[in-house]
């Protein structure tokens, strides 16, 4: 008999199974998760079961001569061409054994002490890292996220799984970073199907890129100048994995945002030289806007179809003229064309500008630097489709400072003074996916961060170093021909100097009194009557 409140202990009960019973069963057991275990490695079962079979049929040199040969194979293609090496070759292989020696000795606590472990029925559950691929300077990790995990929580997290690793750099993608091959030949059509199957879309796995050697650190030489620039693919940059980071300047507007010393001349420059062929045959037009007086671009003026670096008022002119250059293409192309393809009678033409913020903010004279920001408003909002495009350089990215900053399709973030700017330039949250260009050291000039084509995720690259020798080179083997300012009338002033202007009277203003006090004092002492 039991009573209410009494403490009852129930137990369930147990299934015992005979011994007979149970050893086959983990027999079988064993033998599942080994031939699981072969099924997900196939290539080390494939180097393993031949190597034994070679040592039982011929002892050392079974096992030896076959190293020495695929040593000597591995060298001779590595010599040959070191890209398909790592590829097929070294990636894999180093890939594998950071998996098991760097990466997985460590993978728990990193996960739990960044935050990324999560708890589920008093169990810690942990992001499980299903594969490592390496190249020369990076390793890329696949993992599969904790059920009702977010990419967002990986990217917040970024800075504290690159340094739980031992490594500076890190970025975190929701999708592969590399894009499918192209294939072709006999075996494309298979080889596509294997593509599809890897480049699939994943919604559970993340990718982490950890930089494992830095390969910005080195300076970048210039690119060659092709002989005609391919507007969609302009090679500026260096990336982290040994790519080059490609421009895509067709019908889009491109901003620039730095610190003093940051390396913005070397963009600059870089999109000039590889501009420097269609400047010489007459499909690009440069509009260069100097507001230092020309220390920057002074050098290259045979580059330049138009110039201005002293005159504000020359300044407002360009930018006007190349108002009515748009308003022209679009009444000549509205109903024909929607994107503007350059040609020789009707270039590219690209308004270079670089110090914005002397233009749209410091400039004095309130009517010129209004008539400056109409221009600008009207070239960003319409400009780009019918090729004419703005590229702006600036060290303030605040709103008061450039109040069309969302007029930029392409931005570029090179190093920066506050973490705030950095969303400025490259958009909400991308400091938190890894832009971390306010934490630039010293020696990173010409470093930014950059968004890559079809992803949020910001990309570090490196631009090239473009000295005043190179420039000086270019400017006299590439200038511009002499009908190039033909588009419009080049006005005469462009590098005069500042017209000197009057004061402008001011409206005398009294003390800021309340009136009651201001009658106590004007009124007369004698009579007591206000003055």
């Known amino acids: 008999m039991t009573t209410a409140g009494d403490l009852m202990v129930i137990r369930p009960r147990r ?15 064993w033998l599942w998760r080994g031939l699981w275990w072969c099924l997900r490695h196939p290539v080390a079962v494939g180097l393993v079961v031949p190597g034994v079979s070679l040592y039982r049929e011929f002892g050392r ?16 293609w590595r010599w040959r061409h070191e890209s398909s090496w790592w590829t097929w070759c070294a990636g894999p292989i180093l890939g594998r054994f950071r998996q098991l020696f760097v990466y997985r000795r ?50 917040k997290a970024t800075a504290n799984l690159a340094y739980a690793f031992a490594r500076r750099h890190a970025r975190v993608y929701s999708e592969r970073p590399d894009d499918p091959p192209i294939r072709s030949g006999y075996w494309a059509l298979v080889l596509g199907a294997v593509d599809r199957l890897r480049f699939r879309d994943r919604p559970s796995v993340v990718y982490l890129v950890v930089v494992r050697t830095d390969a910005l650190r ?30 895509h300047l067709l019908a889009t507007h491109v901003l ?16 000039v030289r590889v501009l420097a062929g269609g400047i010489s045959s007459g499909l690009v037009r440069l ?42 293409r679009q009444t000549r192309l509205a109903g024909a064309v929607r994107v503007h393809t350059p040609t020789l009678a009707d270039p590219l033409v690209v308004v270079v500008i670089d110090e914005m913020a002397a233009l749209t903010a410091y400039l004095q004279d309130v009517d010129l630097r209004k008539r400056i920001a109409g221009s600008l408003g009207l070239l960003l909002s319409q400009g780009a489709g ?15 400072v450039l109040p069309f900053r969302d007029l930029f399709p392409t931005r570029i973030a090179l190093g920066l003074t506050e973490a705030t700017q950095v969303d400025l330039v490259l958009g909400d949250g991308a400091r938190n996916r890894g832009a971390l260009a306010d934490q630039m050291p010293r020696w990173a000039k010409g470093v930014g961060y950059v968004i890559l084509d079809g992803t949020p995720e910001p990309a570090r690259v490196r631009f090239s170093y473009i000295a005043d020798d190179h420039i000086r080179d270019l400017a006299a083997e590439y200038p511009a021909p002499a009908d190039a300012v033909d588009i419009l009338a080049q006005v005469g002033r462009e590098t005069a100097t500042e017209p000197v202007r009057p004061p402008l009277p001011r409206q005398r203003r009294g003390p800021l009194l309340p009136d009651s006090l201001l009658n106590i004092l004007n009124r007369d002492t004698d009579g007591g009557e206000p003055r």
């Open 256 to 271: 620039i945002g730095g610190a003093t010393r940051s390396g913005k001349g070397s963009v600059l420059w870089s999109l």
């Open 15 to 29: 299934l015992e199974l005979p011994v007979w019973l149970i050893a086959p069963g983990l027999v079988l057991r």
């Open 287 to 328: 509009w260069v806007i100097d507001p230092k007086g020309g220390m920057e671009f002074a050098m290259g003026r045979p580059l330049f179809a138009r110039f201005a670096c002293k005159s504000f008022e020359a300044m407002a002119d360009l930018l006007d003229e190349a108002v009515t250059v748009m308003r022209e």
């Open 386 to 400: 019918v090729g004419v495009l703005v590229v702006a350089v600036l060290q303030d990215p605040r709103k008061e």
């Open 61 to 76: 040199s079974g096992v030896i001569v076959p190293v020495v040969l695929a040593a000597a194979v591995s060298a001779l």
């Open 218 to 247: 080195t300076l970048v030489d210039p690119f060659d100048v092709p002989s005609v620039p391919d507007f969609t693919a302009l090679p500026l940059a260096r990336r982290e994995d040994l790519r080059h980071w490609c421009l």
């Open 106 to 155: 460590a993978w728990r606590e990193a996960m739990t002490l960044c935050g990324l472990a999560k708890v589920y029925d008093h169990r810690t559950v942990l992001p499980e890292l299903l594969r490592v691929r390496s190249d020369q300077a990076l390793d890329v990790l696949t993992i599969r996220m904790v059920r009702g995990q977010t990419p967002e929580e990986f990217q």
